[in-house]
């Protein structure tokens, strides 16, 4: 599913007018009768009959005066509140409140937000129409006091297109937002509901349609995607009855060093576990035997150490022979930094022919000198955390995670490879330009590994033959996946990233049962 910003989003809208000849009236009294019928539902799960709506001068309250027309129509009782001049309504939003003024309901102006806090407090439910898309900047005055008291009200909070308060391309909270139970958003998801905090502030979001025709947007220049369970379906390698070991491909994982011995494990196991045939791990030789105990179902290798038992430089050849057996390399989870170790991985990347995935610690030793990715013949998916991201830009964490998806697309055409931002809504963005926010995912996540467990997934994806993007997307979704069907067995504290493991063909059945 196409996610957009709010200049697409009114970009579409214009479109719909313009060229598609579908008044902008009509996508108001759509998008508030897609509304009403979400909280008249509500009304009636709740057995109230007081809604109170608070409306803005903009489109978002003509949304608003349109809700409470059809309410109004049903019997509710509306209590209509009005922030901001009434002379400042203009155009559709006009239309619409004239209407209603006009079936003799009465709008409530926002003179303070104690008088507005009472009158909430005794509605059953709230619907925030107050800002839309287009906000910017920190709100404050009375503005803001009024978000604090819908926030106040301890009622059901329907937020009309997006809480008041976030910014729809960022999910940056502007100062103060408001705290939905629901969202209804229109035409098509906004960036922000989708991106934390917003995504927190956003409660169940439904995608309503309006009417905006499906050609506008397919011939639109969207090109950032929200990852649904069909999609990776359909990039998912199909499975023959007929088949065999070999033909689900040979992932190579060099990873490990003195201490780490378990993040190589965990990747090689990951990559197992999500389908490949064939998995070979490499390690540091005095390593060896410690991973062919850990690691029944991969092979391993050992290469030439440091003495400090981390890769030594003259393991350039012999990890090049593995890799010349194989379909796929990662590279990177707990090698270290031993500066051998480093001066391995920067020999060794730009004479890999495979495709590669590169995490951790050889991302690490990448930001040491990033000119190395202008050298690769093959191409790289880079798996980096923020902390890992800031130091491969040198862009601060915050100002990265203020714009997660702006920053993994400018990371991934800077270095012309497939970017995995890892955190709450992973982004991956191609070196092209298109990108996806991963729909997956849970706090159980949040341990030691688990990244180690992604690597694995999508090397393994890759040996079985899905191009770079696809095997991110796909591997991002079906990690996230594994994580909730964590949370659901185990809780979602103290969980282990090897709890994940077992956990990976269930994502896998799961998705393909679904899609029959």
Not at 9 to 21: N, P, Q, S, V
Not at 187 to 212: H, N, S
Not at 268 to 286: D, F, K, N, Y
Request: with cysteine; proline share 5%.
């Amino acid at each position: 599913m196409r996610i957009a910003t709010a200049a697409q989003m009114r970009e579409l809208d214009r479109r719909a007018t313009a060229e598609f000849g579908v008044p902008s009236i009509i996508l108001m009294e759509n998008a508030g009768l897609r509304t009403f019928d979400f909280v008249y539902d509500v009304l009636m799960e709740v057995g109230g009959y007081r809604v109170g709506i608070v409306c803005g001068r903009g489109n978002n309250g003509g949304d608003g005066f349109v809700v409470t027309r059809h309410l109004h129509e049903v019997g509710a009782e509306v209590i209509v509140f009005l922030a901001g001049n009434a002379e400042d309504i203009k155009g559709d939003a006009r239309v619409n409140y004239e209407i209603i003024l006009k079936t003799g309901i009465t709008i409530n102006p926002i003179t303070d937000a104690e008088s507005l806090r009472l009158a909430l407090s005794q509605c059953d439910i709230i619907v925030d129409a107050l800002f839309g898309t287009g906000i910017k900047g920190e709100i404050t005055g009375l503005p803001g006091e009024v978000i604090d008291a819908i926030n106040d009200s301890g009622r059901p909070i329907v937020a009309v297109d997006l809480p008041s308060g976030l910014d729809a391309d960022t999910g940056q909270i502007c100062g103060r937002c408001v705290q939905a139970n629901a969202t209804i958003t229109f035409g098509l998801p906004k960036i922000g509901l989708a991106t934390y905090p917003g995504a927190e502030c956003a409660g169940e979001i439904m995608v309503a349609e309006i009417g905006i025709p499906e050609a506008a947007i397919e011939s639109s220049d969207i090109s950032t995607f929200y990852t649904e369970e069909e999609d990776v379906f359909l990039r998912l390698p199909a499975r023959p009855p007929d088949a065999h070991k070999g033909t689900f491909g040979h992932a190579a994982v060099i990873a490990g060093s003195v201490g780490m011995t378990g993040a190589a494990a965990m990747s090689a196991m990951s990559a197992v576990r999500i389908g490949t045939g064939l998995v070979t791990l490499a390690v540091p030789e005095s390593l060896n035997d410690i991973l062919e105990v850990k690691v029944t179902e991969a092979m391993t290798v050992p290469l030439p150490e440091t003495p400090d038992r981390s890769f030594s430089r003259s393991a350039v050849d012999k990890a090049l022979e593995l890799i010349d057996r194989c379909d796929a390399v990662a590279i990177g989870p707990g090698i270290g930094k031993n500066p051998e170790t480093i001066a391995f991985i920067h020999e060794l990347l730009p004479q890999i022919d495979k495709p590669m995935v590169i995490d951790a610690d050889g991302l690490n030793a990448i930001a040491e000198d990033t000119t190395v990715l202008s050298r690769l013949k093959s191409p790289a998916i880079l798996t980096p955390h923020p902390g890992e991201m800031s130091r491969l830009t040198g862009t601060p964490v915050e100002a990265i995670q203020s714009n997660r998806l702006k920053a993994a697309q400018d990371a991934a055409e800077r270095f012309g490879v497939t970017m995995v931002l890892k955190g709450a809504s992973t982004v991956i963005a191609s070196p092209s330009g298109e990108a996806w926010i991963n729909s997956t995912g849970s706090v159980a996540l949040a341990s030691g590994g688990t990244g180690d467990i992604l690597t694995g997934a999508i090397v393994g994806l890759l040996a079985q033959g899905l191009e770079p993007l696809d095997a991110a997307i796909c591997g991002v979704y079906l990690h996230g996946r594994a994580g909730e069907l964590t949370e659901d067995k185990i809780g979602d504290a103290g969980v282990s990233a090897t709890d994940l493991l077992p956990l990976l063909p269930r994502a896998l059945a799961e998705v393909g049962a679904d899609n029959e």
